[in-house]
């Protein structure tokens, strides 16, 4: 499978908690981007990586939230200390970004519950 | 305002109906558009990319109008399998612009 590939799939932490997800992207691609939805609402933008660079961080990502992208490869999305309010789905994409356009391929998704 | 505003439905319609959403976009300078199917507890993606001549594949057509700032998805001959959330997708105007979504409009297909 050359998708985008996110794991793990599911975690369920207690509060107070640290979470860690990971993210593959499609090999060629250099952009990255991690996203959280939430029932009902649409993805939520938390951070993008061109390569190993973090070009913007949204407002929602407290500093209980941060996100690596060490080799320009996978990235790594921590939460700590979670809080209810955490749980929802974390979305990783990534993007080859250049003048004939950007679209976005999305992985399954990490699902998390905090207790 | 949003930066991107989605009417969220749920539209339900019988199959074989042709359906219409609309996405608003607040900033003039936004460079690209595209529509994304999610079904439920899934993730999105991409059903199509929206030039500014419009364009059409197969039973969906796609159009922007940037006078008003507004792009749409049409759906012709629905089928029951189109039912899902249609998310709106905007990329604004310079390369380091971030992707952002729509809500989402909920279709549900009825018999």
């Known amino acids: 499978d050359t998708g985008v590939s996110q794991n793990p799939r599911h975690k369920i932490t207690k509060r107070g908690q640290n979470v860690t997800f990971r993210c593959d992207p499609i090999?060629?691609?250099?952009?990255l981007y991690w996203y959280r939805q939430t029932l009902g609402q649409g993805p939520e933008f938390l951070t993008y990586?061109?390569?190993?660079?973090?070009?913007?961080k949204s407002r929602l990502l407290s500093d209980r939230f941060s996100a690596e992208r060490p080799k320009g490869s996978f990235s790594t999305l921590e939460i700590q200390r979670t809080e209810q309010g955490d749980s929802a789905m974390y979305l990783c994409?990534?993007?080859?970004?250049?003048?004939?356009?950007?679209?976005?391929?999305f992985g399954e998704g990490s699902w998390l519950t905090v207790v | 305002r949003k930066e991107v505003e989605q009417d969220p439905g749920p539209f339900n319609v019988p199959e074989g109906a042709t359906v219409a959403f609309n996405c608003t976009y607040s900033?003039?300078?936004?460079?690209?558009f595209f529509w994304y199917r999610q079904d439920c507890r899934k993730e999105p993606k991409l059903l199509m990319s929206?030039?500014?001549s419009g364009n059409e594949d197969g039973r969906f057509t796609a159009q922007l109008n940037r006078a008003s700032q507004y792009i749409s998805l049409l759906i012709r001959d629905s089928k029951l399998s189109d039912s899902a959330t249609y998310l709106c997708?905007?990329?604004?105007?310079?390369?380091?612009?971030?992707?952002?979504f729509g809500s989402g409009t909920r279709l549900s297909i009825r018999p």
């Open positions: 994409a990534s993007s080859r970004f250049d003048r004939d356009g950007n679209t976005i391929y």
């Open positions: 090999s060629e691609h250099n952009r």
């Open positions: 990586f061109q390569n190993e660079a973090q070009l913007e």
């Open positions: 900033n003039s300078a936004s460079q690209s």
């Open positions: 929206v030039y500014s």
């Open positions: 997708v905007v990329l604004g105007p310079s390369s380091a612009s971030k992707i952002i």
